[in-house]
């Protein structure tokens, strides 16, 4: 099973002495592939090095998660699962990881299919064709993006825990269902009278938006 699923991540544990082709030979290697040094060529120009004799710990960020998507392009794997994908990729990385993710939305790809997870509510809209909502590792809501997107404006408001002390914020967080963005929490609104019992002020924003002005924020 492990050699069909894929983890893109910005932190993977590549060596960091070895060069970018060291690295991606010997991952590959354990999957039994052996690398074309002539499609490896094309596929390193494409993911945007120019030398692939660099040492990985002489890497920018921004390239070190490029060695990343290289692998991932020569392994091909059934299923790739990625963590904050977009996060601190260049406007070329992103580019080109959002064409991958489109390839595989639309079938066009030899992977079958893309886990994703992720705070950037736009990315989540524009690639996703089933999102599932987590808080603190339960479910709380799933299926397609408008309508998880209307059950959580219709069933959480929105706090600012800014000011809050941790003992308060912890006790917060401790109420079922209720889920940390940024400075702020959304709630279960079958908790509504708890908050106000709190002194805590209910503002007037939409959940989702909590989301979307995160992601603008970075």
Do not use: C, W
Request: charged share 25%; proline share 3%; glycine share 6%.
């Amino acid at each position: 099973m492990k050699r069909k699923i894929f983890l893109y991540s910005e932190d993977l544990p590549y060596f960091p002495n070895f060069t970018i082709i060291q690295n991606v030979k010997y991952f590959a290697s354990l999957r039994g592939i052996k690398l074309n040094l002539k499609d490896f060529d094309v596929m390193l120009k494409k993911s945007g090095f120019n030398d692939y004799g660099k040492k990985y710990s002489d890497l920018s960020k921004e390239m070190k998660q490029r060695v990343s998507l290289l692998e991932l392009m020569i392994i091909n794997p059934e299923i790739v699962l990625m963590d904050e994908p977009t996060l601190g990729l260049d406007p070329v990385g992103r580019a080109d990881l959002i064409s991958l993710i489109t390839e595989i939305k639309n079938g066009s790809s030899d992977i079958s299919g893309a886990i994703i997870a992720s705070n950037d509510l736009d990315f989540i809209e524009n690639f996703s064709t089933k999102i599932v909502f987590i808080s603190n590792g339960n479910i709380v809501l799933q299926g397609d993006f408008k309508n998880v997107m209307r059950n959580l404006n219709n069933s959480y408001f929105v706090i600012s825990i800014a000011r809050l002390n941790m003992r308060r914020i912890n006790e917060i967080n401790s109420l079922k269902g209720a889920v940390i963005s940024g400075s702020r929490m959304l709630i279960p609104k079958e908790h509504e009278n708890v908050i106000k019992g709190f002194g805590i002020t209910i503002e007037e924003v939409k959940p989702e938006d909590v989301f979307r002005a995160e992601s603008y924020d970075r």
